[in-house]
Nanobody
Framework: QVQLVESGGGLVQAGGSLRLSCAAS????????MGWFRQAPGKEREFVAA????????NYADSVKGRFTISRDNAKNTVYLQMNSLKPEDTAVYYC??????????????????WGKGTLVTVSS
């Protein structure tokens, strides 16, 4: 079992930055690929970024490439999402996800094993 708790959301002006954190329980964190998703009001949940268990591979949605950076610290059982140059369209609830297989997170999120409860990010114009 893996439990995921997101933090770091809040209200920020357009052009600003936020860093989200996702703390994971369990001794097998380092064996899981991790990802971030988001869901805006009235829209479906969408993939944002993912990172392999070792941190050597990352994937990003086109909409966030060059602005967001995913990273992880296996010693702290934590994955991060650094968000820069935020836009009002980035407003959403951001969810952390964990699965042993990176491609499940990237290509078949319906199969992801574990999800956090989300943290709200609001970007004002």
């Amino acid at each position: 079992q893996v439990q995921l708790v997101e933090s770091g959301g809040g209200l920020v002006q357009a052009g600003g930055s936020l860093r989200l954190s996702c703390a994971a329980s369990g001794r097998t964190f380092s064996s899981y690929a991790m990802g971030w998703f988001r869901q805006a009001p009235g829209k479906e949940r969408e993939f944002v970024a993912a990172i392999s268990w070792s941190g050597d591979r990352t994937n990003y949605a086109d909409s966030v490439k060059g602005r967001f950076t995913i990273s992880r610290d296996n010693a702290k059982n934590t994955v991060y999402l650094q968000m820069n140059s935020l836009k009002p369209e980035d407003t959403a609830v951001y969810y952390c996800a964990a699965d042993p297989i990176l491609n499940i997170i990237v290509k078949r999120p319906s199969g992801v094993n574990y999800w956090g409860k989300g943290t709200l990010v609001t970007v004002s114009s």
